[in-house]
C-alpha cells in the first residue's frame, strides 16, 4: 500500500501508541481517582447546565438561589437526596435492591478507563530508583499519558462495560417486587440489545479504517483527517444509537412517567436513587467520550489551530481542553434533544433500531470492506477513493431516509382499515394512527356497576 492513500495500513506497532513505560502501580491509582473526579464534578455541572439550558428554551430562569447563576443547585440536590429516608418495599428481593444501583454505576465509570483525554502530559511525581533504574529518588516532571490504561481492544472493552451496565437496571426492576419497575427493566433490556448492536456496527467501520481497536491507535490514525468525513455515515448511526444506549430523550422509554410512574427506579429513594442518575449522567458523558475518540480526533485541535507552530496545540495539556470542548458539546446535544422532541412510541422506537440503525450499518460496513479490498489492491487513488466512500455514505443516508417510509406505504395493512370500536370492551383505547374510530349505541359496563356512560355515536 502506498502512502498516498487515505486508509492507513494495518497498525505495524503491537499494542497501544500510548506510552504506560513510566507509570507505577501508585500513579495509576492517581489516575483513577483523577479521572472519578472529572466525571463526578462534570456530572455535577451537567445537571445545573441542563436545567439552566431547558429554562432558557422555555424562557424559564431555572436554578438561580444556591450560589452564584445556582451553580450549587447540584450539591444541595445531593445533599437532600442523601438525608431522605431509605425505604427499602416489603416484597422487594433486599440483597438485589441494595446491589443493583452499585452494578448500574460501576461500568458507566469503567468506560472512562481506556478514554485519551490528552496525549502526553508532564506532570510532578516523585520517581524512586524501584520504579526506574538510574534515577534517584526526587520530585522530578515525567510524561505520562492523559490516559488510565490501553489495551489492544479497548473499544471492545467499553462494549462490554456497557452492556453489564444494563444488569442493574434489569435487577432493579426485577428485585423491587412491583410491576411498573419490572416493565421498566424489560424496557431497559431490549433497548440496550437494539442500539447496542447499532453502535457495534457503527464502530466496525472505525476498526476497518484504522486497523486498530486500540484508542490511542485510532486518535492517532486521526492526525490529518477526522474520521467524520470519511465515515460519515458511520458517525450518524453512532450519534443515534448512543442516545438509545444512555436511555435520554426522546428514548427514555424505560423510565416513561406517562406509563410507568418512574420505571426501574421507581421503588428506589434517597442515596439508591442517586446512585441510578448518577449512572445515566456519567453514561451520557462516557458516550461521547467515546464519540470523540472515534470520530472527533480524540484531544486534537481542530483545524485550523491543529496545524499553527508545527501542531504545538495538540501536545500536552492542550489536549485536555480540546477534549472536554468537543465532549461537552454532545452533551448540549443531549439536552437540545430532551427539549425539543416528544418521546417516541415503543413500536416506533423498535423499528428505528431494528430495521433501519442495524440494516444501514450493515449495509454501511459492506461497503467499507469492499473498499478495503480494493485499496489493498492498490486500484484507486487517494482522491477517487475519497469520492467513492462519500458517494457510498450518501446513498446510505438516503436509504435510511427514504426506505422506511416507502416500505411502511407499501405493505397493506388490513386491520387499519377496518373501523374500531375504542369503548368495545368497556375500557378505552386509543386508536392507533390511520384507523377509523366507530362508537357504539348503548352503555358502557364499568367495574362492579352499570350506566349511561358512554355517549351515543352522532353519525
Known amino acids: 500500500m502506498t502512502a498516498s492513500l487515505p486508509l492507513p495500513a494495518?497498525?505495524?506497532?503491537?499494542?497501544?501508541?500510548?506510552?504506560?513505560?513510566?507509570?507505577?502501580?501508585?500513579?495509576?491509582?492517581?489516575k483513577i481517582l483523577a479521572v472519578v473526579a472529572f466525571l463526578v464534578v462534570n456530572v455535577l455541572l451537567a445537571i445545573w447546565a441542563e436545567r439552566r439550558i431547558l429554562a432558557f428554551m422555555q424562557s424559564r430562569k431555572g436554578p438561580n438561589k444556591h450560589g452564584p447563576f445556582g451553580l450549587l443547585q447540584s450539591l444541595a440536590d445531593g445533599v437532600k437526596l442523601a438525608l431522605k429516608e431509605d425505604i427499602?418495599?416489603?416484597?422487594?428481593?433486599?440483597?438485589?435492591?441494595?446491589?443493583?444501583?452499585?452494578?448500574?454505576?460501576?461500568?458507566?465509570?469503567?468506560?472512562?478507563?481506556?478514554?485519551?483525554?490528552a496525549g502526553e502530559v508532564r506532570i510532578p511525581w516523585y520517581v524512586d530508583?524501584?520504579?526506574?533504574?538510574?534515577?534517584?529518588?526526587?520530585?522530578?516532571?515525567?510524561?505520562?499519558?492523559?490516559?488510565?490504561?490501553?489495551?489492544?481492544?479497548?473499544?471492545?472493552?467499553?462494549?462490554?462495560?456497557?452492556s453489564v451496565g444494563v444488569y442493574g437496571l434489569v435487577l432493579a426492576g426485577w428485585s423491587s417486587g412491583s410491576t411498573y419497575p419490572l416493565l421498566g427493566g424489560l424496557r431497559s433490556t431490549a433497548q440496550v440489545i437494539s442500539y447496542e448492536l447499532a453502535m457495534g456496527l457503527a464502530l466496525v467501520g472505525v476498526f476497518i479504517y484504522t486497523g486498530s481497536m486500540s484508542t490511542s491507535q485510532i486518535v492517532a490514525a486521526q492526525d490529518?483527517?477526522?474520521?467524520?468525513?470519511?465515515?460519515?455515515?458511520?458517525?450518524?448511526?453512532?450519534?443515534?444509537?448512543?442516545?438509545?444506549?444512555?436511555?435520554r430523550a426522546p428514548f427514555d422509554l424505560p423510565e416513561g412517567e406517562g406509563e410507568l410512574v418512574g420505571g426501574f427506579h421507581t421503588e428506589y429513594s434517597s442515596l439508591k436513587f442517586a446512585l441510578f442518575f448518577l449512572a445515566e449522567y456519567v453514561a451520557m458523558f462516557s458516550v461521547s467520550a467515546l464519540a470523540v475518540t472515534m470520530f472527533l480526533g480524540g484531544y486534537r485541535a481542530p483545524w485550523p489551530l491543529g496545524t499553527l507552530s508545527d501542531?504545538?496545540?495538540?501536545?500536552?495539556?492542550?489536549?485536555?481542553?480540546?477534549?472536554?470542548?468537543?465532549m461537552w458539546a454532545f452533551v448540549f446535544v443531549f439536552f437540545w434533544l430532551r427539549a425539543v422532541l416528544p418521546r417516541l412510541r415503543y413500536d416506533q422506537f423498535m423499528?428505528?433500531?431494528?430495521?433501519?440503525?442495524?440494516?444501514?450499518?450493515?449495509?454501511?460496513?459492506?461497503?467499507?470492506?469492499?473498499?478495503?479490498?480494493?485499496?489493498?489492491?492498490?486500484?484507486?487513488?487517494?482522491?477517487?477513493?475519497?469520492?467513492?466512500i462519500l458517494v457510498a455514505g450518501a446513498i446510505v443516508v438516503a436509504v435510511l431516509m427514504v426506505w422506511p417510509g416507502d416500505a411502511r406505504r407499501g405493505e397493506p395493512d388490513r386491520a387499519r382499515d377496518e373501523p374500531v370500536d375504542p369503548f368495545a370492551d368497556g375500557y378505552p383505547?386509543?386508536?392507533?394512527?390511520?384507523?377509523?374510530?366507530?362508537?357504539?349505541?348503548?352503555?358502557?359496563?364499568?367495574?362492579?356497576?352499570?350506566?349511561?356512560?358512554?355517549?351515543?355515536?352522532?353519525?
Open 311 to 326: 501542531g504545538a496545540l495538540n501536545e500536552g495539556w492542550w489536549g485536555l481542553l480540546w477534549f472536554v470542548t468537543k
Open 429 to 459: 383505547v386509543p386508536p392507533l394512527p390511520g384507523q377509523t374510530v366507530r362508537r357504539s349505541r348503548g352503555t358502557l359496563e364499568t367495574a362492579g356497576t352499570s350506566g349511561t356512560s358512554g355517549r351515543d355515536d352522532p353519525s
Open 351 to 388: 423499528d428505528l433500531g431494528w430495521k433501519v440503525l442495524i440494516e444501514a450499518a450493515l449495509v454501511w460496513v459492506i461497503v467499507l470492506s469492499l473498499v478495503r479490498v480494493v485499496i489493498g489492491d492498490e486500484l484507486l487513488s487517494r482522491n477517487q477513493l475519497i469520492i467513492g
Open 10 to 30: 494495518t497498525v505495524v506497532t503491537e499494542g497501544p501508541a500510548a506510552d504506560f513505560s513510566n507509570d507505577s502501580p501508585l500513579l495509576a491509582l492517581v
Open 129 to 162: 530508583e524501584s520504579w526506574s533504574d538510574g534515577l534517584d529518588g526526587s520530585w522530578q516532571l515525567i510524561s505520562t499519558p492523559a490516559q488510565i490504561t490501553d489495551i489492544p481492544v479497548a473499544v471492545l472493552f467499553v462494549l462490554a462495560a456497557a
Open 88 to 117: 427499602v418495599p416489603t416484597g422487594a428481593d433486599r440483597a438485589i435492591y441494595i446491589l443493583a444501583p452499585a452494578i448500574s454505576v460501576a461500568p458507566a465509570f469503567l468506560a472512562f478507563s481506556i478514554i485519551p483525554l
Open 224 to 247: 490529518s483527517l477526522w474520521l467524520i468525513v470519511p465515515l460519515l455515515p458511520s458517525f450518524v448511526i453512532f450519534a443515534i444509537s448512543m442516545v438509545g444506549e444512555t436511555n
